[in-house]
Every structure is written in C-alpha cells, then in structure tokens.
C-alpha cells in the first residue's frame, strides 16, 4: 500500500512540471520570446529664414520656408553626413535628401513659424531610423548615374522651388516659371512646351518605380500666360503603397 502512494506521489509530480511547461508556467523552465525591439529613431531639428519679393505671396513663402527648414534638418543629421560624405555631385545629394524628406520622416512638426517685413522664418522638427536612412542612401549611391532620377530640377522654362505631402495625402509642386509660357499661341515652341510640363516619380519600399504622372505649369485655367518669375503649385495624389517620390523636369 505505501509503495503504491510512493508511485502515485511520483505520478503527480510528473503531471505538474509536464503541464506546468505546456504553460509556461514559473519555473517550468520555458519562457516567451521576447518581442522585437522597436526601430532606435532619432530627433533632428532644422530652420530656415527666407525674405520673399513680387510676385511670390506670403503663403508660397511660408511653403517654401517649412520645406528648406526640412531640407536644414535632413543635411544636419548624423546619418545623413555620414552616409554623404563621399557624395560631391550636388544634384544626388539632393535627391537623397527628396527621398528621405518624402517617404523617411516621422512625428514631422513645426516648432516655430513667423513672418515679420516680408521675410519668413520655420523650424521643425522630425524623427528618422539611422538604420533607414542609411539603407536609403547606400541603395542611391549603387543606383548608379545612369539610373539616376532628378530631384528638385531646373531647366530653361521652369524652376521646381519646393515639395511638400500634405495631411490628405497629395504632393504639392511650387514651381517658378522662368521664361514666358504662353499656352495659347500658335507659334509657341514645341519644345519649350515640352520643358513646361512638372513630372513626378512614385516608388514603394525597395526603391522600385510604381507609377509616374505629368502635367502641364498652369497655376489656373488652361490659357493663362506665365510670366518669368510668376510662382505656381501643381498637386499629386499618392497611388498604393507609396514609400517616396521624387518631382523632375525634362532637360
């Protein structure tokens, strides 16, 4: 009889640590994985103040204002100097800075906006994942030149002065015209009107093209004449899974 309890006493001691480490249970020796770390994210800041003239209005100026404050705070980031330092053609490095600016920046708030005797003044402040950025600009720099898309462009007929997304999902393109385009005339150069037309790339994740659109520099009805140094906006709606963008011109 007592060697029978001593074998039932055994039994029931197995049963335990045997449900106790179905469980998980303290002491059963299994425990959860832990989770994930979450991404490090780091805090960068940039401002930029900027006196405006005919015929730029005070809301273009403020656009343009916010977004040179960020491009200020992208250029002063440690992993973006790092990760440039060996980068000396200016046109890629601003096209680094449009991909991060447009697809890599989180927690994105102005601090600080002003304007006093025609002059503007902003200051924000975002996150960034070192780890990120630094894939970002590692992938453009094995891009290659041949592969290269324009960022914030220039040509004979126009100026691209800034990008912006806004809260409802569009991209907004502040353009400057910098010779007369006259959409009317029928002996308008072909070519020229060809070079007035704002385009803009759409890329998910992995660097990869999802679509494309163009459209003409009107800032009204189709029609209006342009005149050298008359400001503009044009806006673009995001497609699905939208990771950057970058807006160019044709040369």
């Given at each position: 009889?007592?060697?029978q309890r001593?074998r039932?006493?055994?039994?029931r001691?197995?049963?335990?640590v045997?449900?106790?480490?179905?469980?998980?249970l303290p002491?059963?020796?299994?425990?959860?994985?832990?989770?994930?770390?979450?991404p490090?994210?780091?805090?960068?800041?940039g401002d930029y103040r900027y006196?405006?003239h005919d015929?730029?209005?005070l809301?273009e100026?403020?656009h343009?204002?916010y977004?040179?404050?960020?491009?200020?705070?992208?250029?002063?980031?440690?992993?973006?100097l790092?990760?440039?330092?060996?980068?000396?053609?200016?046109a890629r490095l601003?096209?680094?800075?449009?991909?991060i600016a447009?697809?890599?920046?989180?927690?994105?708030?102005?601090l600080?906006?002003a304007?006093?005797?025609?002059?503007v003044?902003?200051?924000v402040r975002a996150t960034?994942?070192?780890?990120?950025?630094?894939?970002?600009?590692?992938?453009?720099?094995?891009?290659?030149?041949?592969?290269d898309?324009?960022?914030?462009?220039?040509?004979?007929?126009?100026k691209?002065l800034?990008?912006?997304?806004?809260?409802?999902?569009t991209v907004a393109?502040?353009?400057k015209?910098?010779?007369?385009?006259?959409w009317l005339?029928?002996?308008?150069?072909?070519?020229l009107r060809e070079?007035?037309?704002i385009m803009?790339?759409?890329y998910?994740?992995?660097?990869?093209p999802?679509s494309?659109?163009?459209?003409p520099?009107r800032?009204?009805?189709?029609?209006?004449?342009?005149?050298?140094?008359?400001?503009g906006?044009q806006?673009f709606?995001k497609?699905?899974?939208?990771?950057?963008?970058?807006?160019?011109?044709?040369?």
């Amino acid at each position: 009889m007592q060697r029978q309890r001593a074998r039932m006493g055994r039994w029931r001691i197995a049963l335990a640590v045997t449900v106790g480490c179905g469980l998980g249970l303290p002491g059963s020796g299994w425990s959860q994985p832990a989770p994930p770390a979450q991404p490090e994210r780091v805090e960068i800041v940039g401002d930029y103040r900027y006196t405006y003239h005919d015929p730029m209005s005070l809301a273009e100026a403020t656009h343009l204002a916010y977004t040179e404050a960020v491009r200020m705070a992208i250029d002063r980031s440690r992993p973006f100097l790092d990760g440039t330092r060996a980068v000396t053609d200016p046109a890629r490095l601003t096209q680094m800075r449009q991909i991060i600016a447009s697809g890599y920046l989180k927690d994105v708030q102005v601090l600080e906006q002003a304007d006093h005797d025609r002059t503007v003044y902003a200051k924000v402040r975002a996150t960034i994942d070192p780890q990120e950025v630094t894939a970002v600009i590692q992938r453009e720099i094995h891009r290659g030149p041949d592969k290269d898309a324009p960022g914030l462009d220039q040509n004979r007929a126009l100026k691209i002065l800034s990008v912006r997304e806004d809260a409802d999902g569009t991209v907004a393109v502040v353009f400057k015209a910098l010779q007369r385009l006259d959409w009317l005339t029928t002996a308008y150069d072909g070519s020229l009107r060809e070079h007035a037309d704002i385009m803009i790339d759409f890329y998910d994740d992995h660097g990869v093209p999802i679509s494309s659109d163009r459209v003409p520099a009107r800032t009204a009805a189709p029609g209006e004449v342009l005149n050298p140094g008359q400001i503009g906006a044009q806006t673009f709606r995001k497609p699905p899974r939208t990771r950057s963008y970058q807006a160019w011109l044709v040369k």
